[in-house]
């Protein structure tokens, strides 16, 4: 089963200095019928002005990971982390026990676009743990490229969920095929361009909820950039 949500139909927040379309509640956005899939539990597409960023908050038991598109996303915790996220980079903070942080965008003149991604851990009251990883874009060039795992197979980030994140590119007559297990989820994410996800047509911010499914198959792409998530049943 494939159900597809429009990018149209996700809550938006404008703050000013924060524009956020968000695929699940979030915050003052609550849609009994859209509070998660699986153990994934957020996905905001953020866009932070310049000068502009989130201050000092606190997180506790989430998986949280970045992916930033555009711009640069200056990071700070409580772990004594100080970093900056350019695109093309992926980081991953386990909450634990608990985590303070600021993200600030610091790149003059341009907003920094971003993904902001929580999955629900399978195990709670760890200590809290950063990584950070550059996923080269000849890696995802018509391929489904590993991003996040529990075990950090193939150089991706270490997340303690059951859960596995591939994004790709696709443009032309690229395709990928995932093979999954039917008793689990999957999401599919489209950042930007055009994609079929299973025969289905989908564009930027648009999403595919599935389940029951044993492949993924990702053609006919338009300059996309995709995530697939394959997550707990």
């Avoid at 809550?11 to 956020?20: K, P, Q």
């Avoid at 909450?95 to 003149?109: C, I, K, L, Q, R």
């Avoid at 059951?162 to 696709?170: E, P, S």
């Amino acid at each position: 089963m494939l159900t597809v949500r429009k990018s149209q139909d996700r809550g938006y927040a404008n703050h000013g200095w924060l524009e956020s379309y968000h695929s699940f509640s979030f915050a003052g956005y609550h849609d009994p019928a859209h509070m998660g899939w699986g153990n994934l539990r957020v996905i905001n597409e953020d866009r932070v002005a310049p000068g502009t960023g989130f201050g000092k908050h606190s997180h506790r038991d989430m998986e949280i990971i970045s992916y930033v598109l555009s711009g640069n996303l200056a990071h700070q915790d409580s772990m004594g982390n100080i970093k900056g996220i350019p695109p093309g980079d992926v980081q991953r903070m386990s909450a634990g026990t608990g985590v303070t942080h600021s993200e600030f965008n610091h790149a003059e003149g341009q907003s920094t676009h971003l993904l902001q991604i929580w999955i629900t851990p399978n195990v709670t009251g760890i200590a809290p743990s950063y990584e950070q990883r550059h996923l080269p874009a000849e890696r995802m060039r018509g391929e489904l490229c590993l991003v996040a795992s529990p075990d950090g197979a193939g150089d991706s980030v270490t997340i303690n969920a059951d859960a596995y994140l591939f994004a790709g590119l696709f443009n032309g007559t690229e395709s990928a095929t995932l093979n999954i297990d039917s008793e689990r989820k999957a999401y599919v994410h489209v950042v930007r361009g055009a994609v079929e996800v299973n025969g289905q047509h989908l564009s930027g911010g648009d999403a595919a909820l599935i389940s029951a499914e044993s492949r993924i198959e990702i053609t006919n792409g338009k300059d996309a950039e995709v995530l697939v998530f394959d997550l707990e049943g």
